[in-house]
């Protein structure tokens, strides 16, 4: 059974500060995605990784996953208020079409200001 | 932006009536799935859909649940008989294919009673 478990699970910080979340699992996923929840709504889709050591950017944000395709991180540079919420890390197992993902427990960030 | 959505939002049933939860998911998407949320737990994968049969399903889809894609266009799971333990927020979700992020719908928050 693969697993991922996300660390930390809450983090409260002052905006303007930086952070890292990370995503971790001892089995390898075929790809790695990033997604926001709000409460009471699905989770949105920040970004997908695929190739192992792949990093994308979304404004202030950094995804990379693991050489090893085990792991990912999400950085924030200068977080804001705006990026409070929860974020989840989910990994794709398989290589068919219809892929299951694993989701984690989530981080819940609140950025205060 | 194209959305999966999800009908209704809220149903309260009680303990042994059977219930559908509808969405449509987004027109292009080949690939489709049903994922639950207890409060405060992980996102677990339930069933995924394609080409009109299931692809892959997990241990928590049992024999109660079933899924449906009456028209082309409506995707469905019915819960034959409820159970408490079924109440959970349920969110549909699809995917153009391998790789591809998915688009989640807003959930429908079943209350069983």
């Known amino acids: 059974t693969q697993l991922l478990e996300q660390s930390p699970q809450f983090l409260s910080i002052q905006e303007g500060e930086n952070l890292t979340v990370y995503c971790n699992s001892s089995s390898v996923f075929s790809s790695l995605q990033w997604y926001r929840q709000e409460p009471g709504e699905g989770p949105v889709l920040l970004v997908t990784v695929v190739t192992g050591g792949e990093v994308k950017k979304l404004k202030r944000l950094t995804f990379q996953f693991g050489d090893a395709r085990k792991d990912s991180s999400l950085h924030i540079t200068a977080a804001q208020p705006g990026d409070t919420g929860l974020y989840l890390c989910a990994g794709a197992p398989g290589i068919q079409g219809a892929q299951k993902l694993v989701f984690g427990q989530g981080t819940r960030l609140t950025i205060n200001p | 932006e194209p959305e999966v959505t999800q009908t209704p939002s809220h149903q309260v049933t009680q303990m042994g009536q059977e219930v559908i939860l509808r969405c449509v998911p987004i027109?292009?998407?080949?690939?489709f799935y049903w994922y639950r949320q207890i409060l405060g737990q992980k996102v677990e994968f339930l069933v995924s859909?394609?080409?009109?049969?299931?692809?892959?399903k997990s241990e928590i889809f049992d024999d109660q649940f079933s899924v449906e894609r009456p028209d082309g266009s409506n995707f469905t799971l019915k819960i034959r008989s409820t159970k408490l333990e079924d109440s959970a927020m349920y969110f549909c979700?699809?995917?153009?294919?391998?790789?591809?992020?998915?688009?989640f719908g807003s959930g429908t928050r079943l209350t069983v009673v």
């Open positions: 027109s292009n998407h080949l690939y």
């Open positions: 859909f394609y080409n009109n049969e299931i692809s892959e």
């Open positions: 979700a699809s995917n153009g294919g391998l790789h591809y992020g998915y688009t």
